[in-house]
């Protein structure tokens, strides 16, 4: 029993991870209908943002306690990240807008984006990894036979109000309404008097933010950083977002926790070997049951 | 038609640009991870062969037959990958024209590099790749570290007397040939001393970072030690990861640990842990220390094992070169001198200690069990020959 509650608590700290990333992959695509691609590189920079960000409130010209440290770095990562998000857009997915380029093009510009980031990351860091200095005091707590760590519970519980948060944005506020009517029809809306770039830059700083956060609690939990530590966790979260339904917050908290689910699991009964090949077998039965994902809705132009 | 053109006048500058063999130059190839998942290994190797390279030609070329030739050195990246380190062998064959290869380090890109090197009849040293199969029954590849299913007993002797364990549990990297073969020998040869079971025999993939599933599967066993057969950069993971779960026990490692990255990745939780290797900076004597030295005062850090493996390695194509007499203007004749040369060496005494070499081409030597000290240095705990 003790060994199944470890488990689930294990999937639910991995599964958090799919979650946040996913959540910032639906936020961009129900808005723009754009697969940004790029996302789990800026979960990446996020997580060297964070990194810098530590050491430097860490270091000895500021020297604060690493509790204060981590309630300092959490706000200045997100923001930075979130910069970085901005100035993708800026430069990389807006002039394509503008010019009215087809979708598919600003999806390969993303993917490029992405390569860009890791290899200007190469170039400028190196090829060696960082090691992530400790922001919280780590305490493991003994229930029975379940070890649980104060940053496993930290995780878990960032990926739920994470959530909660976004969905209220999405579906509760204005700037949530014009959100969904951009991604309604994106010609009358600005007829409307809603200010359609403030809207998508709004949306960038939200994924970004939280690609940032994913970032540093991933760097905390994992705390060796390399260039591409963000390339096969941002396509896993893409798919675990679509299976969802993509441009679905719910379908991607819920996709996200699947596919963790799923891995851990299957690595519990199974030789490693088989996790990917389970996992991604059963994600592609629940597509092929049913193809808009769990919280998909139908739409006539999908990529 | 103009594009075609172009093409053709790339690839004839290309060509034209690739230097000529040249009589009065030896090429030699290195094959070795500068980027990816292991770049420590890569630098270390390129630095020691740079001070190698610096000797010889620094005292007017390598002597052979009566006359000087100098060393050319030529690095190629295999990003860390099996792919690549094919790859990198070609280029190096094909493009640069090379007389032997140095490298690749790891197992994982050496088993594939090796049946390159062998295919096209180069000659091949790996420094540090201990899985058999990168010179079973290739008689152009040879090898300068001792082999797994000698490695995997030393670690099973060890644990056994030290932590008087009954039980192991082994977590590897599954798609990682130089992992996978010594879990495997490690499994029989902890098997054959009948202390007790495996009691768990987990994997993991080359890029996973959350190994949670594995290491509760091996804390619900109950091993006496955990024995990881992975790379530095995974090891910095698994051991606060199976802390943070709750196991107390300790860890054994093996050669792949023994890079100074290890301790800056893992901090202060991988300090105690044990791991077998080929050499221990600390305590050496010797024409070893005189390297280690050296090192330290060009690179400002003591040079682990595949930089000392490296320098064994150069030594060791010395010798062959040597051996072989003179050297041929043909480099496919020149390669086959040196392979003749490298397979008539029957014992070497290198900075990694002394090896005679069976008929595989493989040495036979000793290895070292390394304590990482509370201060997060790699101490000498005691050697163990064949």
Redesign the interface.
Same mark, same amino acid.
């Given at each position: 029993m003790d060994f199944i509650i470890q488990n689930i608590l294990n999937a639910l700290q991995w599964g958090s991870f799919y979650a946040l990333i996913a959540l910032g992959y639906t936020l961009v695509y129900g808005v723009l209908r754009l697969i940004n691609f790029a996302h789990g590189d800026i979960f990446m920079v996020g997580a060297y943002i964070s990194f810098f960000v530590a050491g430097f409130l860490l270091g000895p010209t500021i020297g604060l306690s690493p509790a204060i440290a981590f309630a300092v770095t959490v706000p200045l990562t997100m923001a930075l990240t979130s910069l970085v998000g901005v100035t993708l857009e800026r430069v990389a997915y807006r002039p394509l807008r503008r010019k009215g380029a087809h979708r598919l093009y600003v999806v390969i510009t993303a993917l490029m984006c992405g390569l860009i980031l890791e290899y200007s990351n190469l170039a400028v860091l190196g090829a060696s990894r960082l090691k992530f200095p400790a922001l919280l005091e780590k305490q493991i707590w003994h229930l029975g036979g379940v070890t649980l760590t104060n940053l496993k519970v930290l995780v878990i519980v960032t990926a739920i109000l994470v959530f909660v948060f976004l969905q209220w944005v999405v579906t509760k506020t204005r700037i949530g309404m014009a959100m969904r009517g951009i991604s309604y029809d994106k010609f009358a809306i600005p007829l409307m008097g809603i200010p359609i770039d403030t809207i998508i830059v709004f949306t960038f700083v939200l994924g970004s933010g939280f690609a940032g956060l994913a970032g540093l609690l991933f760097a905390m939990s994992y705390p060796v950083l390399e260039p591409f530590m963000g390339m096969l966790i941002g396509w896993k979260a893409f798919i675990a977002a679509v299976v969802g339904g993509i441009g679905d917050i719910k379908g991607a908290f819920v996709g996200g926790f699947l596919l963790g689910f799923i891995e851990v699991g299957v690595v519990t009964v199974f030789p490693s070997t088989y996790r990917d090949l389970f996992a991604f077998t059963i994600l592609l039965l629940i597509l092929w049951v049913k193809p808009t994902g769990l919280f998909g809705m139908p739409q006539s132009t999908k990529i | 038609m103009k594009r075609l053109n172009l093409f053709a006048a790339l690839l004839l500058t290309v060509l034209l640009a690739a230097p000529a063999f040249a009589a009065d130059t030896i090429k030699i190839g290195f094959n070795i991870p $500068?980027?990816?998942d292991i770049?420590?290994v890569g630098e270390g190797s390129k630095n020691a062969a740079e001070m190698y390279l610096a000797d010889i030609n620094g005292a007017g070329g390598l002597e052979v037959g009566g006359k000087k030739y100098m060393l050319e050195f030529i690095y190629m990246d295999n990003e860390s990958k099996a792919e690549s380190a094919v790859n990198a062998a070609l280029k190096l064959i094909e493009q640069e024209d090379v007389v032997a290869i140095i490298g690749p380090n790891s197992s994982k890109q050496a088993v594939p590099g090796g049946g390159t090197a062998n295919d096209n009849r180069v000659p091949m040293i790996s420094p540090w790749s201990t899985n058999p199969d990168t010179t079973f029954e290739r008689p152009w590849v040879f090898r300068a570290a001792f082999l797994d299913p000698f490695q995997g007993p030393v670690v099973a002797n060890f644990a056994a007397k030290k932590f008087s364990a009954k039980t192991a549990a082994v977590l590897f990297d599954?798609s990682n040939d130089y992992s996978k073969g010594l879990a495997e020998i490690f499994k029989s040869s902890w098997e054959a001393k009948k202390l007790g079971p495996v009691v768990a025999f987990?994997?993991?993939?080359t890029? +996973?970072? +959350?190994f949670?599933?594995?290491l &509760? &599967?091996i804390i619900?066993a109950k091993p006496d030690f955990i024995f990881v057969p992975d790379n530095y950069?995974q090891v910095?993971?698994v051991i606060?990861q199976a802390? +943070?779960?709750?196991y107390k026990g300790p860890f054994m490692g093996s050669d792949a640990w023994g890079t100074p +990255?290890l301790v800056? $990745?893992?901090?202060e939780q991988c300090n105690g842990q044990y791991f077998s290797t080929h050499y221990a900076a600390a305590g050496a004597k010797g024409a070893t220390k005189v390297f280690i030295d050296r090192y330290m005062e060009k690179y400002g850090a003591e040079p682990a094992d595949y930089a000392a493996l490296t320098w064994d390695s150069i030594g060791l194509l010395v010798e062959g070169i040597k051996n072989a007499g003179k050297v041929e203007s043909s480099p496919r004749k020149m390669r086959a001198a040196i392979r003749d040369g490298l397979a008539a060496i029957k014992s070497f005494d290198g900075i990694t200690g002394s090896s005679k070499f069976d008929e595989q081409g493989d040495p036979i030597k000793c290895a070292v069990v390394v304590k990482i000290s509370d201060a997060g240095t790699f101490v000498f705990e005691e050697s163990v020959c064949p």
């Open positions: - | $500068l980027t990816g770049p420590e599954v987990e994997s993991h993939g890029k +996973d970072q +959350d949670s599933a594995q &509760t &599967t619900a950069n910095a993971l606060p802390r +943070d779960l709750g +990255d800056k $990745l893992c901090g």
